[in-house]
């Protein structure tokens, strides 16, 4: 079930709000909290019914874990458990995602004929299993800070293990199960807990709606519109070479599309928490603007960065090691990423090429070099374009037929190439506008949460942008199409 489908706009959705709200009005409080666990396990079964049991499996283990965790004990057995816990999150995620990538390796690296165990991903496993993996570490830091306090005849600070339905919501919650963003436990299980977020909520409803209706724009108008494009340049270039002109076309239109999909999404799950009166972490703030790599990771997947930096670059040693070791840990930190992101050689390429870029971008600013902005962001904009193409490509002959021939000036002009392969997609002049528009708003116009945020912003105008975005998007939801991220 997608968030821009009819199925959930005018099913879904609403009997879920209607019976949240309904059964607190009623002072059913733990009743609706399991409707909403409820709502968002049949959700996540829409996809695929047999995702159900891993995940269901995936919350039992880890909340025992955490309860085990609470309970206390030795030094040892804090960390006896807590091992037991990333090597299940770790395992769970490995076997699911990566068997079949080792044994394509393995075969290729050693001339062996294993068979691929043609694994089913389960939807969203690297999102929640991320979560999951930050309250398992968690309860650890908050078991050892305990027993480190009872060592030193100090009042003991413990931290209570939430309720199980809370933890269960914790992790399901629909609007952020499938493609984030990554939540905390800090952020999210005190709002679960929250007396004055079982009642309705105004401000919120009119927010929900106005930032629900510009990520639905952004989804079905834009990202789905411009995505003819980079799906006609990829499929030509695993046959064989484009234009320079096509090239470029190609990789701009995945650049935009990718962008819009994915701050789509953000947009839309912000949107749907808020009705819920949950408010989830901004995750996409427009990453393009960046003026070098690093900036552009504090604004793109931004909850991925914080995990990253919180469980494993600052656990590494982050930048407190000496200056070699640093470098490392940013160059390992970006590998996970990449493999993170799916399980081939072009996402971990991809990886440690962001990594290389961030560790340039840090010898350079330490070293006291210094960019004018708009040059910074041309460049910036510039490589990571390039990076996307390596990004979309199945493999990397693909990913390098398009570069190279982005750099291929025998050739200036589009020539029948793409039209004879695909007459009815170069000549949509409206889907080249919606690019050049999209260009245009990525790079100098306001984001959606930027002006959901800004109190300045009127009621009226939000509710005139809600309703406009949700009445133009309704004649695109009819072609629905999945998220970008899903497949992550």
Known sequence: ??????????????????????????????????VLVIASLAFYAYFNLSYLPIMVA????????????????????????????????????????????????????????????????????????????AFVIDSYKAAKTTVGNMSANTPPQSKSIPGFLDYCNFVTFFPQLIAGPIVLPEEMLPQFENER??????????????????????????ADSIAVFAN????????GG????????????????????????????????????IKLPLNFDVPYRATNFQD??????????????QYLYIPLGGSKTGKARTYLNILIVFFISGLWHGAGWTFIIWGICHGI???????????GCRLPDWLGMFITFFFINILWVIFRADNMTIAWNVIRSMFDNTSLRLTE????????????????????????????????????????????TKQALAIMGITVSIFFVSRVVTFLYFNF
């Open 232 to 239: 006609a340049g990829f499929m030509l270039a695993e046959k």
């Open 197 to 222: 977020n079982r009642h309705l909520n105004s401000r919120n409803i009119l927010d929900g709606l106005y930032i629900f209706a510009m990520g639905l724009v952004k989804k079905v108008l834009i």
């Open 58 to 133: 995936s919350i039992v283990v880890n909340y025992g874990i955490g309860m085990a965790l609470n309970r206390g004990g030795s030094l040892l057995k804090l960390k006896t458990m807590l091992t037991i816990g990333i090597l299940f999150n770790i395992g769970l995620l490995g076997y699911f995602k990566y068997t079949d990538f080792l044994i394509e390796n393995i075969n290729a690296a050693f001339s062996t004929s294993y068979a691929l165990k043609n694994i089913l991903l389960p939807l969203g496993i690297s999102f929640f299993t991320f979560q999951q993996l």
């Open 296 to 309: 552009f990771w504090r604004r793109w997947h931004m909850t991925l960065n914080r995990f990253l930096t």
């Open 357 to 367: 870029g961030v560790m340039i971008c840090r010898a350079w600013h330490k070293g």
């Open 1 to 34: 079930m997608l968030f821009n489908s009819f199925v959930f706009i005018f099913l879904f959705l609403p009997i879920t709000f209607i019976a949240y709200y309904g059964l607190n009005r009623l002072k059913l409080y733990q009743w609706a909290k399991s």
């Open 417 to 460: 190439n793409l039209t004879s392969n695909l007459p009815s997609i170069l000549p949509n002049t409206i889907n080249m506008l919606i690019l050049f528009a999209a260009i245009l708003l990525a790079f100098i116009g306001p984001s959606a949460y930027s002006i959901m945020t800004n109190e300045k912003t009127s009621l009226r």
């Open 242 to 277: 484009l234009t320079m002109a096509e090239a470029w076309l190609t990789s701009l239109s995945y650049t935009f599309q990718l962008y819009f999909d994915f701050c789509g999404y953000c947009d839309m799950a912000i949107g749907i928490g808020l009705l819920f009166n």
